[in-house]
Nanobody, 115 residues
Framework: VQLVESGGGLVQPGGSLRLSCAAS????????MKWYRQAPGKERELVAL????????NYADSLKGRFTISRDNAKNTVYLQMNSLKPEDTAVYYC?????????WGQGTQVTVSS
C-alpha cells in the first residue's frame, strides 16, 4: 500500500497550488479520501474529504471557497486545489485513505506560503 503526495512547494500569498496523492496497492475506488495538514507546533487538522464515488465533499469551515478536493478513480489519484493561499496555510499536507476500520497515510508534502 502506498500513498504518494506531490505538488507542494513555495508559493506567494494569493497564489495557487494543486496537490496530488497517487495511490497504489489497494482498491482506491472503494475508499473515502481525506486531506489533512499539520503546521509547526500545531495538531494535525482535517482539510477536506471526498467519498469513494466523489459524490460527497466536505471542507473545514475556514477553507470553504478556497480549497477544492477532487478525485480520479481511473488514475487512483486524489487532488487538492488550493487558491488564494495565505501564510497560515503553511503546513505539511497529508492524504489519507479510509474504509471502515482500515486507513492509510501518505508521507506528506510541504506547502509554504511566503513572500
Amino acid at each position: 500500500v502506498q500513498l504518494v503526495e506531490s505538488g507542494g512547494g513555495l508559493v506567494q500569498p494569493g497564489g495557487s497550488l494543486r496537490l496530488s496523492c497517487a495511490a497504489s496497492g489497494f482498491t482506491f475506488s472503494s475508499y473515502d479520501m481525506k486531506w489533512y495538514r499539520q503546521a509547526p507546533g500545531k495538531e494535525r487538522e482535517l482539510v477536506a474529504l471526498i467519498s469513494s464515488t466523489g459524490g460527497t465533499r466536505n471542507y473545514a469551515d475556514s477553507l470553504k471557497g478556497r480549497f477544492t478536493i477532487s478525485r480520479d478513480n481511473a488514475k487512483n489519484t486524489v487532488y487538492l486545489q488550493m487558491n488564494s493561499l495565505k501564510p497560515e496555510d503553511t503546513a505539511v499536507y497529508y492524504c489519507k485513505a479510509v474504509l471502515i476500520n482500515r486507513n492509510y497515510w501518505g508521507q506528506g508534502t510541504q506547502v509554504t506560503v511566503s513572500s
